[in-house]
């Protein structure tokens, strides 16, 4: 079989390997789609944490189930995706509910090989039904989690305001399930065409273009000076998350989504003093694969928006690096195999 693999930081290759046999415990899907995820152009870019090379990425992926080898309630040929993080089962976090932030987690396409591939492996735990959704959908439910459970996260009530710090694709699903849950969102990126999006595509109640206007101010006049009492960080960016600290209302949550390697720094007094819930919140739960996939049934969330640009599998290595300018408008690029 064809796969694509990141041997090293700018270096995407095609590659021949024999189809998996299929392992004990696992099902094999043959992929269909394969959603570029930040994770992936932050891999070859060699700015993604903890990562090693060679890699074949890809994690937001869908396809048929061509051996479900014994997985309860799946039947061969049906339309799937799955849950990416593969858990241990038996540390601390996987006893309490928690196999998101397994201690031994390995998640597919950053520890393990991903879906860059004509097939893969896959634990049969981690399968999850179509529900009658297409291809491209069911690629997209996983970005969508992730945004699905730092609301869960949060507990966004309805009607109070919710700062969603970054409008790339882990934003814009924050957003969107920040809405579903009631909350009145505020959109904050220095992007002028990804905040039109927010504002045109998702309908959100406020846009804040940091390059251009006074944070502060915009939040005190849109929150009647009480600011907003959930901020949710999504950039990964440093300067980003030290920042959103000034943001957060008395009693505020602050959630933590995007990752990088550096050292938080706040002023504890400031901090404190608002009684503040700082968390973060790292991938996602089943419950949230089925938020989203409810949602979307539903009508609530249009997975179509977020695909701006699709490519055939044999012109991956082609394209890959022009879906890192910000120039070329990219929000989610999907790979059809």
Request: hydrophobic share 40%; net charge negative.
């Amino acid at each position: 079989m064809q796969v694509i693999v990141c041997e090293e930081p700018g270096r995407l290759i095609f590659s021949h390997r024999e189809k998996p046999a299929i392992d004990t415990g696992c099902a094999q899907i043959r992929i269909r789609r394969i959603g570029v995820c930040g994770t992936d152009l932050h891999a070859f870019e060699g700015t993604q944490p903890y990562f090693s090379y060679p890699r074949i990425l890809g994690h937001e992926l869908s396809g048929e189930l061509v051996e479900p080898n014994g997985a309860v309630g799946f039947q061969k040929g049906e339309i799937v995706t799955f849950i990416p993080y593969f858990n241990c089962g038996v540390c601390i976090a996987c006893r309490y509910g928690k196999p998101n932030c397994c201690t031994q987690i390995k998640v597919c396409g950053v520890h393990t090989d991903g879906g860059m591939a004509e097939y893969l492996n896959v634990p049969t735990y981690s399968l999850v039904h179509g529900e009658g959704l297409s291809y491209d959908e069911l690629a997209l439910v996983e970005p969508l989690a992730i945004g699905a459970h730092g609301i869960k996260r949060a507990e966004v009530r309805a009607g109070e305001y919710v700062l969603v710090i970054g409008a790339g694709p882990i934003g814009l699903g924050i957003m969107e399930f920040a809405s579903i849950a009631g909350g009145k969102v505020i959109a904050m990126d220095l992007n002028a065409k990804r905040l039109e999006f927010c504002k045109n595509r998702l309908r959100v109640d406020h846009v804040i273009n940091v390059a251009t206007e006074n944070v502060m101010e915009q939040l005190s006049n849109i929150t009647n000076g009480d600011m907003p009492t959930v901020v949710i960080d999504a950039t990964g960016s440093l300067k980003a998350i030290n920042g959103g600290f000034e943001y957060m209302a008395h009693g505020a949550r602050y959630v933590l989504v995007g990752l990088q390697k550096g050292e938080v720094g706040f002023s504890h007094p400031e901090f404190h003093k608002r009684e503040a819930t700082l968390m973060s919140s790292r991938n996602a739960t089943r419950a949230d694969f089925q938020h989203v996939i409810a949602s979307m049934k539903k009508g609530l969330v249009q997975p179509a928006n977020y695909i701006t640009h699709r490519v055939q599998f044999d012109r991956v290595t082609d394209e890959f690096e022009n879906w890192l300018d910000p120039a070329n408008g990219v929000i989610k690029a999907m790979i059809e195999v």
